[in-house]
């Protein structure tokens, strides 16, 4: 007689596992992407030595062709790549603790990593006018969010994630406390004045304010008008402006834009530094008074 599957359900593994392999901010995305695994087609009733690799794949070609209001057209290949990463992690999890056999070899989507995306003042001045009129009538809580984007460089989910508590204020200026960020890691984020009048103007709970299908619909109407079929022209773009700001115009050097964002690799902080060719011809130029030698010296 066939002998019953004893295996847990992939369900039940993903929700002992995580805390296990996920912390933070990153806990919260890595199990919403499991769920969502789990509720294609019953894959979370099924004992976890039976999800397959074939599985996975149809999984990935259906998000890959399913619009939401955050993925208009389907997921990306990257954020498909996100998926197979937690997947990954669940299932060589699982192999560890002998509940699998061998964890399923998905293979990786092969995408050219979309260009960095940097605002221009004029594209910044024309988000705020769009904004001011029609387009941000119902929803002004959108124009707070791009102030606090572009003057701190925080990821979406953090400025989400801010409340009355997160804001401190100290002797040395006032501070914006992230307990959980993507990477794990707690952040002390300086916030200005600026910063601190959009957060006071979403009463100090930016999350309260936000309304998902709203928020990307505005900043549909917003890239129709400024930027039209552009698609790097998203949220995140401010995270690389503030960046290259900072680089360009306050010559704040790497390591310190580093710890402002949050990056352990300083590698990632640099691609999201867009160095300016008027820059780069200013350093060329102010290096020709570092070393002053003489015609005959050269």
């Known amino acids: 007689m066939p002998t019953e599957n004893t295996a847990p359900t992939l369900s039940q593994f993903v929700k002992s596992a995580a805390r296990r392999l996920w912390k933070g901010d990153h806990l919260d995305r890595s199990l919403s992407k499991m769920f969502r695994f789990c509720s294609y087609d019953g894959y979370g009733q099924k004992p976890i030595d039976e999800i397959t690799a074939s599985d996975v794949y149809l999984f990935m070609d259906y998000i890959e ?12 290949e990257n954020t498909t790549n996100h998926y197979v990463a937690a997947l990954s992690k669940i299932f060589k999890h699982a192999e560890s603790m002998g509940l699998i056999a061998s964890a399923p070899a ?43 984007g572009i003057q701190t460089g925080m990821r979406l989910s953090e400025i989400r994630s801010i409340t009355s508590k997160s804001v401190v204020r100290k002797d040395d200026g006032n501070w914006i406390h992230l307990k959980h960020t993507k990477n794990g890691d707690e952040r002390w984020v300086p ?38 079929n ?69």
Not at 210 to 225: D, G, K, L
């Open 65 to 76: 062709a399913t619009q939401t209001a955050r993925a208009p057209h389907g997921c990306s």
């Open 230 to 298: 552009d698609s790097a022209f998203v949220f995140h773009a401010l995270r690389h402006t503030a960046a290259s700001s900072m680089a360009n115009e306050l010559g704040v050097n790497t390591i310190l834009i580093a710890k402002l964002l949050g990056h352990k690799d300083l590698k990632t902080t640099q691609k999201y530094v867009h160095a300016k060719a008027s820059e780069l011809q200013s350093v060329a130029k102010a290096m020709s008074g570092v070393y002053a030698l003489s015609t005959s010296q050269q």
């Open 191 to 228: 916030a200005n004045g600026k910063t601190l009048a959009a957060l006071e103007a979403l009463d100090f709970c930016p999350d309260m304010h936000f309304q998902e299908h709203p928020f990307y619909s505005v900043m549909a109407e917003v890239r129709h008008h400024v930027a039209p």
């Open 106 to 148: 998905i293979l990786w989507r092969n995408f050219k990593e979309r260009e960095r995306r940097f605002l221009t003042n004029e594209e910044l001045a024309q988000i705020y006018e769009v904004l001011a009129g029609r387009v941000g009538k119902n929803h002004p809580w959108v124009q707070h969010y791009i102030t606090i």
